[in-house]
């Protein structure tokens, strides 16, 4: 089972230019997340998704869009990158809320923004 | 402002003996606590929880306690082994689906 899959893994960037993070699940779980982890840091909420069709802003969302395009799949955008926008982003997922559905983490994608 | 806070940034710890990472919280909402795993290069693995409402939880070498009244959980793992070693966070959960993370404790364990 491959679990969360992210891609890309390492992406380097230019202030200004726009780019997505593409995140796709198959344990057919209904709730789909963005972190970022900044050094020293930890993981910090972006956005999420509940369930299909819906998504939420968590704690750090300015400069993000996000899509859940279908159940499998939840986008991170950035529309004009900046360099405090350098992180490794984390995609996850659990089967729904609460601490009884285990959220499992992709590996994560490594952004530097110059 | 942190809401969770991982005083340690490192543990050192010999296999065998007990470790014990601890963490500090601040936001009474908390329904939940958990602990998650970090290797180098990989996501998180989740570990354990505690309900807010609990003292402690058991799940094999790993226990985690909590004093409500104190704003504190510890994690302890009896015993170490090098396996282990590894970054561990401590997050509180509000709502179903919004965890705040600490900063993580880097935990060596020495064979």
């Known amino acids: 089972n491959a679990g969360v899959t992210q891609t890309p893994k390492f992406q380097v960037l230019k202030t200004g230019q726009s780019m997505t993070l593409q995140c796709a699940q198959d344990m057919n779980h209904n709730s789909m997340y963005w972190y970022r982890q900044d050094p020293g840091m930890g993981l910090r909420l972006i956005y999420y998704s509940a369930s299909e069709g819906t998504t939420d802003k968590g704690e750090v969302p300015n400069g993000y869009n996000v899509s859940r395009l279908n159940k499998r799949e939840f986008s991170l955008r950035l529309e004009s990158a900046a360099p405090s926008q350098t992180s490794v982003y984390f995609c996850?997922?659990?089967?729904?809320?609460?601490?009884?559905?285990?959220?499992?983490f992709g590996e994560g994608s490594w952004l530097t923004v110059v | 402002d942190q809401q969770v806070k991982q005083n340690s940034p490192s543990l050192s710890v010999q296999e065998g003996r007990i470790s014990i990472l601890n963490c500090d919280y601040t936001n009474s909402m908390f329904d939940y606590f958990l602990w998650y795993k970090k290797y180098p290069a990989e996501g998180p693995t989740f570990l354990i929880s505690i309900s807010s409402i609990k003292d402690k939880n058991e799940d094999g070498r790993f226990t985690v306690f909590l004093n409500k009244s104190a704003k504190h959980l510890s994690l302890h793992i009896v015993p170490s082994q090098p396996g282990d070693s590894a970054v561990y966070f401590c997050a509180g959960l509000t709502g179903s689906y919004q965890l705040t993370f600490g900063k993580g404790t880097k935990l060596s364990v020495i064979p």
């Open positions: 996850a997922s659990s089967e729904r809320g609460a601490p009884g559905n285990t959220i499992y």
